[in-house]
């Protein structure tokens, strides 16, 4: 599956909700977002734990008989399962499991207040229901989990509420009930306000691929337009520009002067005559079929480039005289084998180059191989053509053809 099959821009553009997405990209926004939702539910599970603990004591003062019930329920059994949920939570787990543990950590809690607070009396009962209620109604806030799972863990203490409402010591029933309708439509409210948080960092989270997207595309277009600027259109060689900017590269990483660097000028012979006699449109076919032959002779980590015109700069790193000679040889040969037919002739054209060449020597610059290797050419041209010829300045001169 595609990034655009699971990442439509229809889902990232439209006010869709967690359930209307595919299962792919439900799991990707469970993976950004697991570390601050278990975060936050981590912290509320923390602060529950040490509050129940506390909540020991404060059974024992208000009626000294809890203190027994409260050990074995709120020590053992409420820290248990709070601890168990801490636990849990340390890694990420389904969306289910998610859920459960909110139903789980409700029921434990509103049991916990409604078998501590009938132990304790009238007074005592309809209090700590309403804690565990409101204790509730702050999980909910901090549990990031679905709004089905937060709508169901809401109803079962809400149920629970009312279940001991009504077998429980309760002094005013209807009055308690009334009360207990009030504190549930409140939870009712921070579920509806979790539900809008929710909602919010799914936005956000869409609007984070919608951005790095864009990024992404933005990126890939501005390195296709820094390709085309360095290439020529025709040929799909480098650029002048571009082969210039990679040599003034080779030079600054190349810190012994005596880098072994040859220097190629090319240029197709009597190429004017080509172009006035068959057209500009042979001309183009037999640039192109030039540009070809010296790309497939020359090494990768090699510059090839059109310098202008009829006219090409071919870089040879990491040689000697011999080598360069030889490559400079072969491309010439390669190039001498082409065959132009013109279009509603028979005409067969002959295509040859003339080759200069200039070998680096001490701290000489580009544009000094360069000025020698276009000397080398001229001379190449005076002598007859279709050959090439090795700048005095090097070991070896005149023509090797």
């Known amino acids: 599956m595609t990034d655009r099959d699971m990442l439509p821009d229809a889902l990232l553009t439209h006010d869709s909700l967690q359930s209307d997405t595919p299962h792919e990209f439900a799991a990707v926004y469970d993976r950004y977002s697991w570390a601050a939702h278990s975060l936050k539910a981590r912290s509320w599970l ?34 248990s399962v709070l601890l168990g949920a801490y636990i849990l939570w340390g890694r990420q787990q389904a969306r289910w499991v998610q859920g459960m543990t909110m139903i789980v950590v409700s029921v434990t809690i ?6 501590l607070g009938a132990m304790g009396g009238v007074f005592l009962f309809e209090r700590y229901l309403t804690a565990g209620l409101f204790t509730v109604a702050t999980a909910v806030l901090f549990f990031p989990i ?78 296709e337009l820094k390709l085309v600027a360095n290439l020529d259109p025709l040929t799909g060689l480098q650029n002048r520009r571009s082969a210039h900017d990679d040599m003034e590269k080779i030079w600054s990483e190349a810190t012994d002067k005596n880098t072994s660097i040859a220097f190629l000028m090319l240029d197709i012979d009597d190429f004017k005559k080509i172009n006035d006699t068959c057209g500009h449109a042979v001309g183009d076919e037999c640039i192109k079929n030039v540009a070809s032959r010296i790309s497939d ?33 072969r491309i010439r040969e390669c190039i ?14 002959r295509v040859t180059v003339s080759i200069g060449l200039a070998f680096r020597v001490g701290a000489e610059t580009p544009q000094m191989l360069i000025n020698r290797a276009d000397e080398a050419l001229y001379l190449a041209k005076h002598k007859g053509k279709n050959q090439t010829v090795v700048s005095p300045s090097s070991d070896s001169t005149g023509p090797v053809s």
């Not at 040490?50 to 820290?79: C, H, K, Q, W």
């Not at 937060?150 to 109803?155: E, G, K, P, R």
């Not at 609007?207 to 997207?213: A, D, H, T």
């Not at 090699?302 to 005289?321: A, C, M, P, Q, Y």
């Open 46 to 79: 923390q602060a529950a734990l040490v509050f129940n603990i506390l909540l020991i004591s404060f059974d024992y003062l208000v009626s000294p008989t809890l203190l027994v019930a409260s050990l074995i329920v709120r020590g053992l059994i409420g820290t």
């Open 110 to 115: 509103m049991l916990e207040a409604g078998f």
């Open 146 to 223: 679905e709004f089905k799972w937060t709508i169901v863990a809401v109803t079962v203490a809400a149920a629970l509420q009312l279940l001991m409402l009504a077998i429980g010591p309760v002094s005013e029933p209807l009055t308690a009930i009334i009360v207990s309708c009030f504190y549930c439509s409140a939870i009712a409210s921070f579920a509806t306000t979790r539900r809008a948080t929710i909602r919010s960092q799914w936005k956000s989270f869409k609007s984070k691929i919608r951005e790095l997207r864009d990024q992404e595309a933005l990126a890939q277009l501005n390195a």
């Open 297 to 329: 002779i020359v090494r990768d980590d090699d510059i090839v480039s059109r310098h202008g015109g009829e006219e090409f700069l071919v870089v040879l790193t990491k040689t000697n005289v011999t080598n360069a000679i030889t490559v400079a040889e």
């Open 336 to 349: 001498e084998a082409i065959r132009l037919v013109t279009q509603g002739d028979d005409t067969v054209l």
